[in-house]
């Protein structure tokens, strides 16, 4: 009996996959790979099921005979080891990652053989609605706050860009890489203050206040599903900081970044060319645990920039404060610099 092979990467099965199902299992026995956390997070979008829940899912599927995990979106390890004498794929190849997977079936099949099926993609109102409401998920404040952790325990290199629109967040949030045989993408949003302050056309002191940063937030919220990290300047008063970090976690926002400095904020690009004072160890630590102290979810995250290097106060100031930040709470550091190459950090 032929070999059959097709791949699933979805949380959901409807009438387009089991058209690809019912087709495939007419040419043989049919095994049906489940794309893995990390190639599912590069190629498509992240999954609202763990692995083992999608592999369940499809199992339970009449008419299928096996299934196995495929660890990246390419086929060549599947070649390597099932051999198939069919695979069988949606002719869904409009956008250059689909290009690029359909080349890397094509060159498996020149070296192996088999054949490549192609089955007419199915558009209809109710797998749209199907697919929307998979997007509007992905997009509700607690699934989207808790994605951050999330990514950083399935990825080993987490892939942040800057957004400061509605706009911006759209090209991130769309922008998939095909190079070769990698297809990748982003895998959340910072919100900058520099940015967001610039597209107003002012300078980057903390002049644009946090009503006017959530309203960018909001823009950024209502068009995207992927995670958001805030950079919050220093935090402001502590006073004014824990209520900021309840805010932010309502609107579903992952993390918060926030700067040892005091006094008008300078960016710290200018170094020692203009004056910026650092924070004490105690207050920035005191601001770090009323921050913890106030949120209400385990997923949301406080991140501590440290200043030390861009100040020159040594490497031995940064780490002496890293460890402090730790204990004080912080879930992560992050140690700015501001040189051109990154031997320091």
């Given amino acids: 009996m032929s070999t059959v092979y097709t791949l699933f990467c979805t949380d959901v099965i409807h009438e387009g996959h089991m058209n690809i199902i019912n087709k495939a ?19 498509n979008r992240f999954p609202t099921l763990s692995l083992e829940e999608r592999v369940a899912m499809v199992k339970a599927i009449e008419g299928v005979d096996h299934v196995i995990v495929q660890n990246s979106v390419m086929y060549d390890e599947i070649f390597e080891t099932l051999k198939p ?22 060159k498996n099949i020149a070296k192996y053989g088999g054949k490549l099926v192609e089955i007419p993609y199915t558009y209809n109102e109710n797998v749209k609605k199907i697919d929307d409401r998979m997007m509007e998920k992905l997009a509700l404040p607690d699934f989207r706050r808790a994605r951050l952790k999330k990514v950083l325990q399935m990825r080993d290199v987490v892939k942040i860009m800057q957004v400061h629109s509605g706009l911006t967040g759209l090209i991130v949030e769309k922008t998939i890489v095909a190079d ?18 610039t597209d107003r056309g002012k300078p980057d002191i903390e002049l644009v206040d946090m009503t006017s940063r959530l309203k960018t937030i909001g823009e950024v919220l209502d068009v ?22 309840r805010t932010l976690e309502r609107q579903g926002v992952s993390a918060v970044i926030i700067e040892d400095k005091t006094g008008l904020k300078k960016n710290s690009l200018f170094g020692t060319e203009v004056a910026q004072t650092q924070d004490s160890v105690e207050n920035f630590c005191a601001k770090i645990r009323a921050g ?16 030390s290097l861009i100040l020159e106060r040594g490497m031995e100031d940064a780490l002496m404060r890293a460890e402090a930040y730790v204990a004080a709470g912080a879930d992560a550091i992050m140690i ?10």
């Avoid at 990698?182 to 302050?197: E, H, K, V, Y």
């Avoid at 950079?231 to 824990?242: A, K, S």
């Avoid at 913890?292 to 200043?307: L, N, P, V």
Wanted: charged fraction near 30%.
């Fill in 85 to 106: 004498d069919y695979v069988v794929h949606g002719d869904n190849w409009g956008d250059a990652a689909m290009q690029t997977i359909k080349a890397n079936i094509e």
């Fill in 336 to 345: 700015h610099s501001r040189k051109k190459d990154p031997a320091e950090i």
């Fill in 292 to 307: 913890k102290k106030a949120q209400r979810t385990r997923e949301f995250m406080i991140c501590a920039r440290i200043e």
């Fill in 25 to 43: 299992k007419e040419l043989g026995e049919l095994t049906v790979g489940v794309l893995n956390d990390d190639a599912m997070i590069r190629y």
């Fill in 224 to 245: 995207t599903t992927k995670p958001i990290i805030l950079d919050g300047d220093t935090g402001g008063l502590t006073e004014h900081f824990v209520y900021n970090v």
């Fill in 180 to 197: 070769g045989d990698n297809i990748d993408q982003f895998d959340g949003m910072w919100l900058s203050s520099l940015c967001d302050s």
